[in-house]
């Protein structure tokens, strides 16, 4: 029986183990994943948990197989630099977004669940890929911090090349204001008491989480002291007074709140008689000549 070339042989024992290497990646992916479920219940830590594990292991098993390939000593030191320095000229992008990568994983700047915008992109993080972000996209076309359904993919190296904005990490909410104009012979401090009471009946349910989460914030960062309670603040403008509700939400909610709060506030301005809500008007005081057509 004739023998195959020891050539053949080698080719076959590491198509071999290089496909025991590909089932071991994938058997440990599935391990480390169950292991995760098991332990981490946040379902945000889990997913971004599950991406750091996921694109380590894959790693390392390209990094085994290129070892089955190529061998260990001096040719495999040659040939990772002789590859290494090809993908860098020719595969820039990629480089810059695998570091981006890195600088996101090591920065802590955004983990999977986050609220976003990274340059003109904002939603709530997917995935966090070795090259590239998934994101769902919210905004656009709609007015407010609402999905608009698309699935917006962003490379890596965008956090180096654009500011990230982070809505959630830190501190779930936000300050949000709305602005009423009334007129001058409105009893505007009756107005001001009344948004103020909305104010504070929509914020009661999370002000101490929230204030308690900022006190945390202020602890780890320089910042200065601030308040989550409801606030009033009044411009006087040459047509009406503004009234300027400011507060706290859920970075998620804000929309919705917001929504609710306008509905309750215009309810109660309409049944006081002595509270107008201002708007525009113009004055129509002639029209020129019309000449005939000659």
């Known amino acids: ?38 332990r981490v219940k946040d379902p945000a830590h889990l997913h971004t948990l599950h991406m ?44 810059g977004s695998f570091a981006g990568y890195l600088n996101i994983v090591t920065g802590s700047m955004f983990r999977i669940g986050d609220r976003v915008r990274i340059g003109d992109v904002v939603g709530d993080v997917l995935d966090i ?82 204030q308690d989460e900022l006190q945390a914030l202020m602890k780890a960062y320089p910042l200065h002291e601030t308040m989550v309670e409801p606030s009033l603040y009044i411009v006087m403008t040459d047509n009406w007074i503004e009234m300027t509700l400011r507060y706290v939400v859920d970075a998620r909610e804000r929309r919705k709140v917001k929504g609710e709060l306008h509905l309750e506030l215009l309810r109660h301005f309409e049944s006081k008689v002595d509270v107008t809500v201002a ?5 129509i005081v002639g029209f020129p000549p019309l000449r005939e057509a000659k």
Not at 159 to 186: C, G, K
Not at 279 to 283: D, L
Request: contains cysteine; charged residues 15%; glycine residues 6%.
């Open 129 to 210: 890929g070795m090259l590239r972000t998934t994101v769902m996209e919210i905004g656009e076309w709609v007015k407010a911090d609402q999905y608009t359904g698309r699935i917006v993919t962003v490379a890596n190296r965008m956090v180096f090349a654009a500011p990230v904005f982070n809505y959630t990490q830190h501190w779930r909410y936000l300050w949000d204001e709305i602005m009423i104009p009334v007129t001058y012979t409105s009893d505007w401090k009756r107005a001001g008491e009344i948004m103020l009471e909305h104010g504070r009946e929509y914020t009661a349910d999370f002000q101490a989480q929230a």
């Open 52 to 95: 750091l594990v996921r694109n380590t292991i894959v790693l390392a098993g390209c990094i085994i197989i290129l070892f089955i390939w190529l061998g260990v000593g001096s040719n495999f030191t040659v040939a990772m630099g002789i590859l290494g320095a090809g993908i860098a000229f020719a595969s820039q992008e990629v480089i």
């Open 279 to 283: 708007s525009a008007t113009f004055e």
């Open 1 to 38: 029986m004739p023998q195959l070339p020891d050539t053949y042989i080698s080719v076959i024992f590491k198509l071999t183990f290089s496909l025991i290497t590909v089932i071991l990646t994938a058997v440990a992916n599935r391990v480390a994943v169950n292991m995760l479920r098991v």
